[in-house]
């Protein structure tokens, strides 16, 4: 399988792959929309285990300890698998729900009341 990086890569190549390592073992059989949130929910939960207990500070030191920084990086990939999964399995174009949800979001979080701060939208 050839390197892949972030500038190089388009989503739809990253589906394809996960598409194609999927059928290769006949697991499409397994993958509900239910089954696959569970496993996302539960692959996410392993990620946040990294960091469990860590100061803002700690975290960031955590996320750069090259041991460490391997382990996260599976657990990223795992989140970002069953998320490519999903959209797979039920059609959705991520590109356009990231679309979507920005665009949302810049309304709910405008630069002028949202710039800085942390409060949900409601708070602002």
């Known amino acids: 399988m050839a390197a892949l990086s972030d500038s190089a890569t388009t989503i739809s190549e990253l589906k ?15 993958h509900s929309p239910k089954n696959l949130s569970m496993a996302l929910a539960a692959e996410t939960g392993e990620l946040m285990e990294h960091f469990l207990w860590a100061t803002p500070e700690e975290s960031r030191a955590i996320a750069t300890d090259g041991v460490k920084r391997g382990r996260i990086a599976d657990e990223l990939a795992d989140v970002v698998i069953y998320a490519l999964e999903f959209a797979n399995i039920t059609g959705l174009d991520v590109a356009a ?12 979080y405008p630069v002028e009341k949202a710039r800085g701060r942390s409060e949900k939208y409601t708070e602002l």
């Open 97 to 108: 729900a990231i679309e979507a949800k920005m665009a949302a979001n810049a309304k709910k």
């Open 16 to 30: 394809n792959r996960v598409l194609a390592f999927v059928r290769e073992r006949d697991w499409e059989q397994f």
